[in-house]
């Protein structure tokens, strides 16, 4: 996975997610491309294009539209369900997810993100275990140990 | 749930008034950042929004530089926001980093984020995020831990890894295991920015891929698929235990927590799946054992939802990459069919990515679907027929290229992507090229649109090539000349309309080929060309580089006389321009045109394309071409700093210096591994391509003659009998449109219903014999080319052969049959499979003058048997007995029967000794009566038994050397007659340990002109590989290991008597590039196919 982006559908950038090493350039470049692109898809297209080497898998939900950058061998029904996935956890995290949650909230976004993905992979796809590591760390200034591990082995066990 | 989160999405607008929303408890729309953001949603221009950004950015650096402020947390999320807006807080890099250095934990938190979102990898404040992560991944709190960890993974100083990499690698035995999972993936970063980094802790990740906790081990297969990828062979014993790990998975075994809309476990399911595709691949006895989970995982994945499809393309991609096993092949093609025919337009377009990645296996694949891959050509997403494309492009053959081609560039009008515009062109040319001589016409008009279309973005090595093709032309003479001409004739009338139009590149290909064949137009003028070409001097938008190539063309057009006025103008114009390149071809237009003898000598018609003095330069010794990537790469390798450790002792260092000196063998054997799936080359029926399964196939030469099938036989969608075309009368009439596609559809996968044609898809095929262009000088290697092989039977010429033993004469009662019986003999000299290198050479020995020279030493007669009752036993008889008695002592090969006749019967063997290679001849006179004349044995008794000693010495090398001789005799009656024979001895028998120290190796290196390069496979049993097929090399082969050093290795040898081929050997991603190098042309190929076989045959 090279990045993620959210923007609106007028274009805005809501998050933005690199997950290899990319000059300030090249990373105005890929989201002006991408926006361009996305927001010219027609309705009933398939939701992958072919972006120099990358391949581009992008999901709108409501007024945002999802975007994430693969490499090309990568399998597309897959990243779709990345992004399906962020959505949900995004979802548990802010019940009922909107747009202007993640606006004014973005940096929380970040932290799921941080969360689900981890350089480039897919770390965690449990929504409990996301969302309870989230909030540990919203709530508690001081983690030790054995609370922690208290925490998640209740999860496990639920 | 998605429909739940779209329908509130939908309510945004309301919401953006109301605060009403249950979530809003969480909005901090009162905050500064809610009020920057509401303020910004207000503004109408551009402008006034980088004014109101300006002034908070104003307000943040004011606050931020502020000593004891409490907001910093908040400050850094607004400067976040402006950034993400794209307005540059370049003053608040340095606080984030404070922030994440000492803030309390949720202060940290975001102070990380912004680092993260900030700097890239390179950005030198980085430097001071160093401590902080050492300090917090030492930190008791575990919320520190992780995020020191998400930090690192997501960018970290390649060069800083070194001093935070303990503390990484002690985590992965945390009792935590989100810990483990997150150290695991920090180390898979650093595996991916600096793999050298991580090489010594391998060990550790086999323990995390056993690790308790599923998603440690999960996080672990990223690492494997990685390392798998680059050397499959090192991990094959893993195999067991990923298919175990898959069928508990796909068998439900894991945690719900894993589960994913209730399939288990998706994201590891597909990880195992790719990994067990790299590991079977080329390897039946390891995909065997995959069979068996494979089938369970296509059997449980139903097909209800977009995971589960992710699931089956994973699937069949895994099962078309292993060796093949029918019935897994029907359900995979079974479940493609599923995917190309859904009317979900994703599933479609994976589908059609299916059949691309498969048809090369299995053309009929394409068959079946053809009329969907029609109606996808035509489909209004330009993605699905870009992919469409993709998938023709792959079952291209001669038959239906002219139609594919012509879709490709339908596209290419309509796209308005550079890369797919460059892509594609790419694949039209090559397309053009490797059909090229079937339609002539078609080649050049097809090349024009590439240029024109293609314009100046395409890669610059098409109109290279396609310069090249049109001047080496083919092997028919007439073809030729009208190729040529055929595009002289297109080109005229476009620089009569409006060449202002067209790209450079095209002109520059315009302004050669009228250049060197405007004269084959006989109708053409010379001055009308270049007065046309003088016209494209004068248009504004030419660029130096084209005017350069425009005067070049003058410059062999102008004859003086009448086109001197036009020639003259343009040089006295240009040999003042500012442009060096410019002004010396303007010179050179001047002179040369007034002086036509020079003109003659200089640039003799007909003269390009001849590059005779390059392979002149490579017999001198000169350093082959090497391709501009190939150079580029060795030059960024040799630039990078050097981190394997020194040798030892200063002896090795030394050698291994002056070898690097010109060009190290170890950069080259790594671009050698670039094209490592075309190994194996020799003997050995290509079974498996680049990219998997290759089916059976026919001769190449067939397939593209192969005649329009008959109406293809489709077995028709679905099962069902509802056949395809209306090729036939009885069909029932169809609508038009429906028509025309069947039409099209005959069209496009016309040649792929009969097997043979399957080999002309696929860009690793190699160019279809009748097409092959004129062969070029032999260079050394050029005859050890799979597709060269020769397998047909080859006949040594008598000839060859009189010089050898024709002095020999016996005497023998029954003449008359023998005579017969000789002529066949030596015309029966059958190649096995792979030596062709050695016939080809008997064939014309005479010029060549110096194949296996036989010397004769001496010839022994050996003591007479005395009368034997049974003549037919007498081969069977230990010849042993009989060999000379200074050979008995030495290991000798196995005594084969070389002919016979009635009354003599030939057999041989070969001895090594030390320093030569002796050839003993028995000559068996099983007749009953007493042979004279016979000159080594002068006579000799019926049943007796003459020996003769030959050593041999290789002058040219060979895989195999035959030697090839007559026994001449006289018969009692008068009458000589003889009898051929022929012997074959590999080219090992000759190579004899070579003796060096590692400076004499390294001198001698250098001096050696002939190289060529392979990978061989290692040899992977528990010891050092290297060592290990050094070893057996050594043994197998007699060959001398000079040293051992770290992953290289250098063995030398000699051709008796003492012509050496040196080797060096590296290991390098599972396999053995070895690079060997000799003053004696083809002894280095025939020495690696000995090598190749040594390998195989343990």
Redo the contacts between chains.
């Keep these: 996975m090279r990045f993620m982006l959210l923007f609106s559908r007028q274009g805005k ?4 997610k ?1 997950f290899t ?3 300030d350039r090249e990373k ?1 470049k890929i989201i002006r491309d991408m926006t361009t692109m996305v927001l010219a898809r ?1 309705p ?10 990358l391949k581009i898998v992008y999901k709108r ?4 539209y999802f975007c994430l950058g693969v490499e090309s061998q990568e ?4 990243a ?2 990345i992004i ?2 962020y ?2 956890l995004l ?1 548990k995290y ?8 993640i ?6 976004a ?2 799921i993100l ?1 969360e689900f993905l ?9 929504k ?2 996301v969302n309870r ?1 989230i909030e ?3 709530m ?6 054995t609370d ?2 208290q925490t ?1 082995q209740d ?2 066990l639920e | 749930m998605s429909d739940v989160v779209e329908k509130t999405l939908t309510a945004l607008p309301s919401l953006l008034s109301l605060d009403s929303h249950p979530g809003s408890a969480k909005l901090s729309s009162t905050s500064k950042l809610g009020n920057l953001i509401r303020g910004i949603t207000e503004l109408t221009s551009k402008h006034e929004e980088e004014k109101l950004i300006q002034h908070e950015l104003l307000a943040i650096k004011e606050q931020v530089s502020s000593p004891n402020t409490t907001m910093m947390k908040e400050l850094m999320v607004r400067s976040i926001y402006c950034e993400m807006l794209g307005y540059e807080a370049s003053f608040s890099y340095i606080h984030a980093i404070k922030l994440a250095q000492q803030g309390t934990v949720l202060e940290k938190r975001v102070g990380y984020l912004a680092v993260s979102l900030f700097l890239n990898e390179s950005h030198e404040l980085l430097l001071l995020l160093v401590n902080t992560v050492l300090k917090d991944l030492q930190s008791t709190n575990l919320i520190e831990v992780c995020m020191a960890l998400t930090v690192v993974s997501q960018m970290f100083p390649k060069d800083m890894i070194p001093a935070i990499l303990p503390l990484v690698e002690e985590k992965l035995n945390h009792p935590k295991e989100i810990i483990r999972r997150k150290a695991v993936l920090a180390l898979y970063k650093f595996y991916l920015i600096a793999p050298n980094q991580v090489q010594h802790i391998h060990n550790k990740f086999r323990k995390a891929l056993c690790d308790k906790d599923p998603g440690v081990m999960t996080a672990s297969l990223h690492i494997y698929l990685q390392m798998i990828q680059e050397n499959p062979d090192a991990y094959k014993d893993l195999t067991p235990s990923f298919v175990t790990i898959l069928k508990q998975v796909v068998g439900g075994k894991l945690p719900m927590d894993f589960n994913y809309h209730t399939v288990p476990a998706p994201w590891l399911q597909i990880q195992l799946l790719r990994i067990l595709a790299l590991l079977g691949k080329n390897d039946q006895s390891t995909s065997e054992v995959m069979y068996e989970v494979l089938d369970e995982s296509l059997r449980r994945a139903e097909m209800n939802h977009n995971i589960t499809y992710a699931i089956l393309y994973e699937c069949v991609k895994c099962i078309y990459t292993i060796h093949p096993k029918s019935d897994l092949l029907e359900k995979a093609a079974k479940c493609i069919g599923n995917f190309v025919l859904s009317p979900k337009i994703n599933l479609k377009y994976l589908g059609l990515k299916a059949l691309t990645y498969v048809v090369q296996q299995d053309p009929k694949l394409a068959l079946q679907h053809q009329m969907t891959i029609i109606e996808c050509l035509d489909h209004p997403d330009l993605i699905i027929k870009r992919e469409t494309l993709e998938l023709l492009f792959r079952i291209t053959n001669a038959q239906n290229v002219t139609v594919i081609v012509e879709k490709m560039l339908e596209f290419l009008c309509i796209s308005e992507d550079d890369h797919t515009t460059i892509d594609l062109v790419g694949k039209v040319a090559e397309l053009a090229e490797k059909y090229p001589l079937k339609y002539n016409e078609w080649f050049i008009e097809t090349m024009n649109t590439v240029f024109s279309l293609g314009g100046d973005m395409m890669q610059p090595d098409i109109p290279n090539s396609f310069l090249k093709l049109l001047s080496e032309g083919f092997d028919s003479v007439e073809e030729d000349r009208k190729l040529k001409l055929f595009a002289v004739n297109s080109y005229v009338p476009l620089l009569r309309g409006e060449p202002g139009k067209l790209p450079q590149r095209f002109l520059q290909v315009i302004s050669w080929v009228l250049g060197e064949y405007s004269h084959l137009r006989e109708d053409l003028e010379p001055a009308e060309v270049l007065s046309l070409l003088a016209k494209l001097l004068d248009m504004k938008n030419s660029s130096s580089e084209t005017k350069s190539w425009v005067l070049m063309a003058m410059t062999k057009l102008c004859k003086g006389g009448t086109d001197a006025s036009v020639t003259q103008e343009v040089s006295e114009t240009y040999s003042s321009s500012l442009d060096t390149v410019l002004r010396q071809r303007a010179h050179e237009l001047q002179y040369l045109s007034q002086d036509p003898e020079l003109r003659a000598r200089v640039l003799p018609r007909g003269s390009c394309g001849n590059f005779a003095f390059v392979s002149e330069a490579l017999a001198a010794g000169a350093a082959p071409y090497k391709p501009p990537h190939q150079r580029q790469e060795e030059l960024d390798q040799s630039k990078a700093l050097s981190l394997e450790p020194y040798g030892l002792s200063l002896p090795i260092s030394m050698s291994s210096c002056s070898i690097t000196d010109r060009q190290s063998p170890t950069l080259l054997s790594m671009s050698s591994g670039l094209s490592g799936d075309t190994l194996k080359l020799d003997g050995v029926k290509r079974v498996w391509g680049r990219e998997g399964y290759l089916a059976q196939r026919e001769p190449v030469e067939e397939a593209a003659q192969v005649e329009v099938p008959s109406p293809i036989q489709s077995p028709g969608r679905q099962g069902e009998g509802d056949s395809l075309h209306s090729q036939t009368p009885t069909q029932t009439p169809t609508p038009e449109p429906e028509q025309e596609k069947q039409q099209l559809a005959s069209s496009l996968f016309v040649g792929l219903a009969s097997q043979s044609s399957v080999s002309l898809m696929g860009k690793s095929e190699p160019t279809p014999q009748r097409f092959r262009r004129k062969a070029k000088g032999q260079g050394p290697g050029s005859s050890f080319n799979a597709s060269e092989q020769i397998s047909s039977s080859l006949i040594s010429p008598p000839s060859a052969v009189d010089n050898l033993l024709c002095n020999n004469l016996l005497d023998s009662n029954n003449a008359s049959e023998l005579a017969e019986q000789t002529s066949q003999l030596s015309q029966r000299l059958t190649t096995a499979n792979g030596t062709c290198h050695t016939e080809a050479e008997l064939t014309e020995p005479d010029t060549k003058g110096c194949n296996p020279a036989l010397r004769r030493d001496n010839c022994v007669v050996a003591a007479d048997p005395g009368p034997h009752d049974d003549p037919g036993r007498l081969t069977e008889v230990c010849l042993d007995s009989y060999l000379p008695a200074e050979l008995s002592g030495l290991s000798h090969s196995e005594i084969a029967p070389l002919c016979a006749n009635q009354s003599l019967n030939l057999s041989a063997c070969h001895v090594q000794k030390e320093d030569s290679l002796i050839l003993v001849v028995f000559i068996i006179n099983s007749s009953e009566s007493a042979i004279q004349q016979m000159l080594p044995a002068g006579e000799m008794t019926s049943h007796s038994v003459a020996v003769g000693q030959y050593s041999l010495t290789v002058k040219r090398p060979a895989v195999h050397v035959e030697v090839v001789g007559t026994v001449s005799y006289q018969l009692p009656a008068g009458t000589s007659q003889s009898l051929q024979f022929s012997y074959k001895v590999p080219l090992t028998s000759f190579i004899r340990p070579f003796v060096v120290s590692t400076e004499e190796y390294g001198t001698m290196w250098l001096s050696f002109s002939h190289d060529t390069k392979q990978n061989l496979t290692l040899i992977n049993d528990n010891q050092e590989p290297l060592t290990a097929t050094l070893n057996a090399l050594k043994k197998k082969l007699q060959l001398h290991v000079v040293e051992v050093i770290g992953m290289e290795g250098i063995v030398a040898c000699r051709l008796l008597q003492d012509l050496p081929c040196l080797m060096h050997c590296r290991v390098n991603a599972g396999w053995l590039a070895v690079w060997l190098r000799s003053p004696v042309p083809d002894l280095p190929d025939c020495l690696i196919y000995h090598c190749q076989r040594a390998l195989q045959s343990l």
């Design positions: 950038l809501r998050l933005q690199w090493s990319m000059s105005k027609q009933r297209s398939c939701n992958f294009m072919q972006w120099k080497d939900y409501a007024s945002l399998n597309e029904l897959l779709l369900e399906h996935r959505v949900e979802d802010f019940g009922n997810v909107c747009e202007l949650d606006i004014f909230n973005f940096e929380k970040y932290f941080d981890m350089g480039g992979e897919v770390q965690e796809t449990s409990q275990i590591s540990a760390s919203d508690l200034q001081e983690v030790r140990f922690m591990h998640l999860d496990r």
